[in-house]
């Protein structure tokens, strides 16, 4: 009650972690801010009259009990059954705690929860379920903590002499096939085309995501671990850091930061990349501002001393690009509402003009995200400067059957569509006039690789090619644009990819 009416949340595995990452100092100051709420007083007041309620009953309790039709025969016989009913149900029901203490991976909770629906569930679940998903997710971070800690003792340095951009993009929810630069016939990439054209944008034909889950593509992504060798995200670094050791300025502009901030999936991510040691390890500025707009977290940054440049330095943008609902996405001005209903020529049995102009309105949000792009990209067109982006997973948005987002195939299992809207996703490589200028045989490198296949959990590794990180970590069997690369078995949603929708 207290959590609901002073901070509008329930119990959930963040709490537990604020209350463990708490000290004496910060209590003390949440006492003095919270503890004389509003919302505090009527808690304690609730629970006073509760617990007069209870009292006053059981002095009562005597004279109830003396009431003549709970005598009776029959009525003793029903509530004995109810009660006898009552205690095999409610014992049975506590599998559901045995089930919730199997789960140990952040897979496992997902799955946990999505069976387990309605959620929220009652107080005495949500604890055990907070302190459980708390726990469970506590120790692999913690792993990672002091491996972010290793690697940060040890010498790391990168070939690049003089100074750099690298701009590190992660879009979101983008479905490859609604890219004009990818072929969709309106033009929602107007910007990635014309860079295309001129020859300073690579877009790579063959890449998919390993999940469609933001969070697990994040934590995938961010580390230097390789899922195709059978590695988990913890046990290498976290990235950034070692272009923070290597001398780079690294910042982090992310609009997701609070998206969603109660619940699993944003905490499970949260707790890792803003974990307070490799916070420090891995970020030179960090931004914690809430933004509606992509466009607004860009210009946020750009006002921020963050983007003063060092020598070399290390851009990060994670954006909410075309997440659903994709009309929430963009700003909805004349330029940005280009498409409407009428642009879609769709005739499948399923489709309205309601769902068409959903359809436009995603393709809305996919022009604002090259918009966004732009953005970013002009402002260090004149400098040497290098920008990967691509998207954590596709989407769908009524693309083949009767559905929108990102829900499972039910009872059909994974098809071929699915695996394709939902995983393929949109890969480029820009560079900056003067880049190329500086690295002719790096440009060269990438638009010889741009048809390779590839997942995007190694992206690391492109990135550890293009400035020469000397590092155990870098792999060049990994690294996409490395004559070494070896291209591995890509088991996506259960899946071999290229088995299955390649039919390679
Ligand atoms: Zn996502």
């Known amino acids: 009650m207290f959590l609901w009416l002073v901070f509008g949340t329930t119990i959930s595995p963040l ?5 463990a990452e708490t000290n004496g100092r910060e209590s003390a100051e949440f006492i003095n801010a919270f503890a004389f709420s509003k919302g505090a007083f009527i808690t304690y007041i609730s629970v006073i009259l509760l617990t007069a309620f209870i009292v006053f009953i059981e002095k009562k309790w005597k004279k109830i009990k003396e009431k003549e039709w709970l005598q009776k025969r029959y009525t003793t016989a029903i509530l004995g059954c109810l009660s006898a009913f009552l205690l095999l149900t ?8 045995y089930t919730l203490y199997k789960c140990q991976t952040y897979t496992d909770l997902e799955k946990w929860l999505t069976k387990n629906l309605p959620f929220p569930m009652d107080s005495f679940t949500s604890i055990v379920y907070s302190i459980h998903a708390f726990n469970a997710t506590n120790n692999k971070i913690k792993i990672a903590a002091n491996l972010a800690k290793d690697t940060y003792r040890q010498p790391v340095t990168d070939e690049v002499n003089d100074s750099i951009n690298i701009i590190y993009i992660l879009g979101e929810s983008f479905i490859k096939s609604h890219a004009s630069l990818y072929g969709y016939k309106l033009k929602t990439t107007p ?12 877009a790579f034909s063959d890449v998919v995501a390993p999940f469609n889950l933001t969070t697990l593509v994040e934590k995938n992504t961010f580390c230097c671990n390789s899922l195709s060798d059978g590695e988990e995200w913890y046990q290498t670094p976290y990235f950034p850091i070692l272009f923070k050791k290597a001398g780079y300025q690294v910042t982090m502009w992310d609009i997701q930061r609070d998206f969603s901030k109660y619940a699993l999936f944003t905490f499970s991510v949260n707790s890792f990349i803003y974990n307070k040691e490799i916070k420090k390890y891995a970020y030179s500025y960090t931004s914690d501002k809430s933004f509606l707009y992509d466009g607004d977290l860009v210009d946020d940054f750009f006002k921020s001393k963050a983007s003063r440049l060092e020598k070399k330095n290390l851009l990060i943008f994670h954006l909410l690009g075309q997440h659903i609902s994709a009309s929430d996405r963009y700003p909805h001005t004349k330029y940005f509402s280009k498409f409407s209903y009428k642009d879609i020529n769709r005739d499948e049995s399923y489709m309205t003009k309601d769902k068409k102009q959903e359809i436009a309105e995603y393709d809305n949000a996919t022009l604002y995200n090259d918009y966004v792009i732009k953005k970013i990209a002009e402002r260090y067109a004149d400098k040497t400067t290098v920008m990967i982006y691509f998207s954590d997973h596709g989407e769908e948005i009524y693309d083949y059957r009767d559905s929108k987002g990102r829900k499972n195939a039910g009872s059909s299992g994974v098809t071929h569509n699915l695996v394709k809207y939902q995983y393929e996703v949109p890969f480029v490589i820009w560079f900056s006039t003067p880049f190329m200028e500086k690295y002719p045989n790096l440009v060269k490198s990438i638009r010889e690789s741009k048809d390779k296949p590839f997942m995007t959990d190694n992206v690391c590794q492109i990135l550890f090619h293009i400035v020469g990180m000397k590092t155990k970590w870098y792999k060049a069997d990994r690294d996409l644009i490395s004559p070494h690369y070896v291209p591995k078995k890509r088991m996506i949603a259960g899946v071999d990819y290229d088995k299955y929708v390649k039919n390679r």
């Open 15 to 19: 709490i537990f972690q604020l209350v």
């Open 191 to 202: 910007f990635m085309d014309a860079e295309q054209k001129k020859g300073n944008l690579v």
């Open 90 to 97: 409610g014992l049975y029901n506590t599998k559901l705690y």
